[in-house]
């Protein structure tokens, strides 16, 4: 933490990491824990929503529920098969990222996160971003609630999928943490569930490249996508 905290203090001017005492209530935990005071929440919905109408005012046609059954670079165009019809782009760029795998040559690997958000919780003193046990874990509150999710070191093998949905194995040991960590003593109930598939692989470098004459990809964001997509983007626009 030290060695950190001083490769990056040209950045922030101060420590970035630091320990200090639970203020929290949690329990079954150590002692202290890591505190950095740089980061921040994000509204994910508002930031898609940003973004969509940012594409929509530059006349971008976004096509969802759209599957690539197959591509063929012809050097001067590509031709591209969907699931409905077919059609001739200059330029194709992958961004599917945990989706991405036979693409990439299976260095882009699927990896499942599972989520729960409780119902509203009165008095809630939790305020802030957290990542617990390694990072397999990440839990947040949105207003009066917590947004919980993780566990796929619980089944790696069951969680390398593009699939999505819930396992018993997984959203019970969510709670459990919920139970016994993050609110205990006190009363909630689940709202939702749902899950999403991030990119995974050996490195934590995302991959940006080109493919052939006319495809590129800008893939594996491993977990980190809100973080760091935007520059991802920029660097593969760059790229073509």
Avoid at 43 to 70: F, H, P, Y
Wanted: net charge negative; charged share 20%; hydrophobic share 40%.
């Amino acid at each position: 933490m030290p060695f950190i905290n001083e490769v990056m203090s040209s950045v922030f001017k101060s420590d970035l990491f630091r320990k200090q005492p639970d203020p929290f209530g949690f329990d079954n935990i150590q002692e202290n824990s890591i505190f950095n005071p740089f980061e921040m929440q994000i509204d994910t919905g508002n930031m898609m929503q940003e973004l969509i109408k940012q594409a929509t005012n530059q006349n971008i046609l976004i096509l969802n529920q759209i599957e690539v059954v197959s591509y063929k670079d012809n050097d001067t165009n590509v031709e591209i098969a969907v699931n409905d019809f077919s059609f001739i782009t200059k330029k194709l760029l992958f961004a599917t990222n945990g989706f991405a795998g036979v693409l990439t040559n299976h260095e882009v690997k699927p990896a499942r996160a599972q989520v729960l958000v409780t119902e509203p919780i009165k008095n809630l003193k939790i305020k802030g971003t957290f990542h617990l046990d390694k990072g397999y874990y990440y839990f947040r509150n949105i207003e009066n609630r917590i947004l919980l999710g993780g566990g796929r070191n619980l089944d790696f093998e069951g969680e390398t999928t593009t699939e999505f949905g819930q396992t018993e194995k997984i959203q019970n040991h969510l709670e459990k943490l919920l139970k016994e960590v993050i609110l205990p003593n006190q009363e909630f109930k689940i709202s939702h569930r749902w899950s999403g598939i991030m990119g995974m692989g050996n490195s934590k470098n995302p991959i940006v490249s080109q493919l052939s004459t006319n495809v590129y990809c800008g893939v594996r964001l491993g977990g980190m996508g809100v973080a760091i997509g935007s520059l991802v983007g920029q660097e593969l626009a760059s790229l073509v």
